[in-house]
C-alpha cells in the first residue's frame, strides 16, 4: 500500500517534470526582476580624469507575441552634438559573445542579437562604454545634468534606456528624435542596481542619488532603485544636507555651501509642503526619500525620485513666498507624477507633463497660500504672456524656448483652469487623480488623459478642446 502510493506520487511528480521542462531549459519562467527592464552597473568614477567607465547589463523580458531580434535604446548622451559625451566599445550577449552590427543614429541605439528573444524569455546584454565629462558651457555642453562646474560633478540621463517597443507602431522600437527645445526621452520605468567606485576622488566628497544608498567601502557607493525611469547622481565636496520627514517619505536637501539667507531652509520647507498636498491629490509617491540637489546651472531638472533647483533662485531668493525658488522646487515635485510615475512622450505631447507641472504650482498656491493665487498667476503666467499655438504643439514646433514654455506650458495651464471651471472642481480633480492611478508606471499619451474623463466631462469639454488643441477629439482615433 504505502510503496503503491510512493509510486503513483513518482508517476504523477515525472509526469509534471516532463511536460514543463522544455520551458525551463529554454530558461524563460525566471523572472529575474518584477519589471519587464532591470538594470545593472558597473561603474568607476575617475574623479581626476572626469571620465565614467561603464559595464551596464540589461535585462530584458519579452512581454509580446513575437520573437524580438535586435534591442533598441534611447541614448540621451547623445543628445549633445558638440562634445562627444560617450565613446562606445561593445555591446555583448552572455558572458563575452560580442555583438556585431551596433548602430547609434542621432540618439537612437540599435544592438542586433543573435539569439532572438522568445516570447516570455529574459535576455542579457551588456554595453561596455566610457561616459567622458565636459565642464557646463553654453555653447559645447549646455546640459547640466551632464556637466561639471566648479562646484558639483552632476551625471544624469548618462545611459541608454531601452526604448519602447510597441508603442506607436505594432512590432516596431519607438524613440523620439533629436532636438534642443524641451526633452525627448519616453521611457518605461525599471528595476536598477549600481555599484559606483570613484577613483581618486577629494577626501571630503558627497555623494546624492535616490533610491537605497550605501557607502559599503570608502567611495564605493551601492544603490538600489526600483522603478525609476533614469538614475541621476551628483558630487560635490561642498554639499550641506538637511532633511524632512513627510509620512514615510524623507525629503532630503542637498545644498552647495555658498548658499545663504534661509533659502536652503525654505526650498525644503516648499518641497516637504508639496510633496505632501501631490500625495494627497493625486496618490501615494513610491519611494522612501526625495532627493533635492542645489544644481550650478539654469532652471531646474525632474528626475526620478531626485530633481535639481538651480543656485540661482537660492541666490536670488528675496523672501517672498511667490518666488522662483518656490514655483521651481514645487514644480519639480510635481514632476514626481508627471514624469517619474507617469510618463509621456515628452518629445510628441510635451503638454502632458509640462502643462500638469506647472498646475500643480497653482494648486500648491492656493492650499498653502490662497492670498497669493492672483501674484502667481501675475509672476508666473502673466508677465511671460501666454502663447497662441495649440497647446499639445510637439517640441519640434520651436526653435526658441520662450513660445513653446509659453504655449505648452502656460497656454496649458489656461486651458486645464477653464476645464475646472466647466467641470467643478470635483469632478476636475477626479479626473487628475483618475489619470495617475490609470497610467502609473505607465506611458500616458492624449487617449490615456483625455480617456481618464468620464464620458459626461468629456462631452462638456469638447468646445475647449476645439479651442485648445490640434487634435481635439483625441478619443475617437
Ligand atoms: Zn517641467
Known amino acids: 500500500m504505502k510503496y503503491l502510493t ?52 540589461v535585462n530584458y523580458r519579452n512581454e509580446f507575441d513575437e520573437p524580438l531580434t535586435e534591442l533598441v535604446f534611447h541614448s540621451e548622451p547623445h543628445r549633445l552634438s558638440r562634445v562627444n559625451t560617450m565613446t562606445f566599445y561593445n555591446a555583448y550577449e552572455g558572458e563575452d559573445t560580442v555583438l556585431p552590427g551596433v548602430t547609434i543614429e542621432e540618439m537612437r541605439m540599435t544592438v542586433p542579437l543573435i539569439t532572438p528573444i522568445e516570447p516570455g524569455c529574459d535576455a542579457q546584454v551588456r554595453l561596455v562604454y566610457d561616459i567622458n565629462m565636459s565642464e557646463l558651457d553654453e555653447e ?149 526619500r526625495f532627493v533635492i540637489a542645489e544644481g550650478a546651472f539654469p532652471d531646474g531638472l525632474e528626475l526620478s525620485g531626485m530633481v535639481f533647483v538651480s543656485t540661482d533662485w537660492f541666490i536670488g531668493w528675496n523672501g517672498n513666498n511667490v518666488h522662483w525658488l518656490t514655483v521651481i522646487t514645487v514644480h519639480e515635485v510635481a514632476h514626481q507624477w508627471f514624469y517619474a510615475l507617469i510618463a509621456n512622450d515628452q518629445s510628441l505631447y510635451p503638454y502632458l507633463d509640462e502643462a500638469l507641472a506647472t498646475y500643480s504650482e497653482l494648486l500648491y498656491y492656493e492650499h498653502y497660500y490662497p492670498t497669493m493665487v492672483e501674484d502667481w498667476w501675475q509672476f508666473r503666467i502673466r508677465a511671460y504672456g501666454v502663447g497662441t499655438d495649440p497647446v499639445d504643439s510637439t517640441v519640434h514646433d520651436y526653435t526658441n524656448w520662450r513660445p513653446y514654455i509659453n504655449t505648452v506650458y502656460f497656454r496649458g495651464v489656461e486651458m486645464l483652469h477653464e476645464i475646472r471651471q466647466v467641470l467643478g472642481d470635483e ?4 479626473w487628475l487623480s483618475d489619470y495617475v492611478e490609470a497610467n502609473r508606471d505607465g506611458v500616458a499619451t492624449p487617449q490615456t488623459f483625455w480617456g481618464a474623463m468620464s464620458g459626461f466631462s468629456y462631452a462638456s469639454t469638447a468646445d475647449l478642446r476645439l479651442q485648445y488643441l490640434n487634435n481635439p477629439d483625441p478619443l475617437a482615433e
Open 427 to 430: 469632478l476636475f480633480m477626479r
Open 140 to 288: 559645447r555642453n549646455p546640459l547640466g545634468w551632464l556637466a561639471y562646474t566648479p562646484s558639483q560633478i552632476n551625471i544624469a540621463h548618462w545611459f541608454p534606456v531601452i526604448a519602447l517597443y510597441n508603442h506607436e507602431t505594432p512590432g516596431q522600437w519607438y524613440t523620439t528624435e533629436r532636438h534642443f527645445i524641451g526633452e525627448q526621452a519616453v521611457t518605461e520605468p525599471a528595476d536598477m542596481h549600481a555599484v559606483i567606485r570613484v577613483e581618486n576622488a577629494p577626501e571630503n566628497v558627497v555623494f546624492v542619488a535616490p533610491g537605497a544608498v550605501e557607502e559599503i567601502e570608502p567611495h564605493v557607493w551601492d544603490i538600489t532603485f526600483n522603478g525609476g525611469r533614469d538614475l541621476g547622481m551628483s558630487f560635490s565636496t561642498i554639499y550641506v544636507k538637511s532633511e524632512q520627514q513627510v509620512g514615510d517619505v524623507t525629503v532630503e536637501m542637498y545644498a552647495l555651501a555658498t548658499t545663504y539667507r534661509g533659502s536652503v531652509e525654505r526650498a525644503l520647507e516648499d518641497a516637504a509642503q508639496a510633496l505632501a498636498l501631490y500625495e494627497e491629490i493625486y496618490g501615494e509617491y513610491p519611494w522612501d
Open 6 to 57: 510512493l509510486l503513483l506520487l513518482a508517476v504523477v511528480f515525472m509526469g509534471t517534470v516532463g511536460v514543463s521542462s522544455p520551458a525551463v531549459a529554454q530558461d524563460c519562467d525566471t523572472e529575474i526582476s518584477e519589471r519587464r527592464t532591470r538594470y545593472d552597473f558597473d561603474v568607476t568614477f575617475n574623479w581626476s580624469r572626469r571620465l565614467v567607465q561603464v559595464e551596464q547589463t
